[in-house]
């Protein structure tokens, strides 16, 4: 069949004889795209990130369910301001607060199995008695919810007069899940600004009260400090510092790592730079 464009090369178009003439460009894209997308690995989800653990509570000791990151599956992008962690997939903050449905004991895993009978005693005085807790039943731990665990881990951690590493870690954390948080009504509801600067201001207030509360830990506690060794301790509070433009606080944090015998050379170099951030900023 020679097509119903034959003919054309008397007119000097003879390139186009036997083109299709109904083809359509744009759906031989879209189908090019669609079959590109079947080929590509399903997007990793936040519900295949997280198991259900069972734990006893240390105050009330009945046993609940707590969901928990499956830390082998899911993959560390890299770490943000204020030392915050990222992962492809899953706000893993979300999922570091254990809280007893029973009693309201809460506290972060790390912190979970440490505690006094004076301390268990002060939280069924306390928390127990008192608490009304909000029932979820979601696949995953919605931001509110997780918003929720924290301010209860929180509450914990100033009810047994936890250290104040503790508490200054809890509020470094309840930072990194508003930051989370954001990002996430920012991709998937932008409309929500005023929700967006609320959080953005809770994100600061948690960031300040995580900050002073370090510069009080490192006089009062030896390293690890939440976990975190000297140096890093310093870094964390050195850039929070420059955050809130307290330069007095960043400059001695800086220099203590420049001059810390320990200190391996790249958290040295991440130094200098928040160094030249800080002198830049000043400027501005
Ligand atoms: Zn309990």
Redesign the pocket.
């Known amino acids: 069949m020679a097509g119903i464009l034959s003919g054309l090369e008397s007119l000097g178009l003879g390139a186009l004889n036997g083109t299709d003439v109904l083809e359509d460009e744009e759906e031989k894209k879209k189908a090019a795209e669609a079959r590109a997308a079947a080929l590509q690995p399903p997007k990793v989800q936040e519900k295949d990130l997280i198991y259900d653990k069972v734990y006893t ?6 046993s ?1 369910n707590a969901k928990i990151m499956k830390s082998g599956k899911s993959k560390l992008l890299g770490v943000g301001f204020a030392l915050r962690p990222r992962y492809e997939g899953i706000a893993a903050e979300k999922y570091d607060v254990l809280l ?6 809460a506290a972060l895993t790390k912190y979970f199995d440490v505690l006094l009978d004076a301390q268990a005693k002060l939280i069924k005085e306390n928390i ?1 008695k008192n608490v009304i807790l909000t029932e979820y039943n979601g696949e995953i731990y919605g931001f509110d919810q997780a918003l929720e665990r924290y301010k209860l881990a929180l509450a914990n951690a100033v009810v047994k007069k936890g250290k104040v590493s503790e508490r200054s870690f809890i509020c470094l954390k309840t930072a990194w899940l508003l930051a989370s948080y954001c990002e996430n009504l920012e991709a998937e509801e932008p409309d929500e600004d005023e929700k967006i600067k609320s959080l953005k201001a809770q994100e600061e207030e948690y960031l300040r009260t995580a900050m002073d509360g370090f510069v009080d830990a490192r006089q009062k506690e030896t390293p690890p400090i939440a976990g975190m060794d000297g140096v890093t301790l310093d870094y964390l509070i050195a850039e929070l510092a420059v955050h809130f433009k307290e330069y007095d606080v960043a400059s001695r944090m800086i220099q203590s790592i420049l001059t810390a015998p320990g200190a391996n050379a790249r958290i040295k170099d991440k130094a200098r730079d928040l160094k030249d951030t800080m002198q830049a900023q000043k400027k501005a």
């Open positions: 509570c240390k105050v009330c000791h009945k609940f007893c449905p029973h009693c309201g004991y127990s």
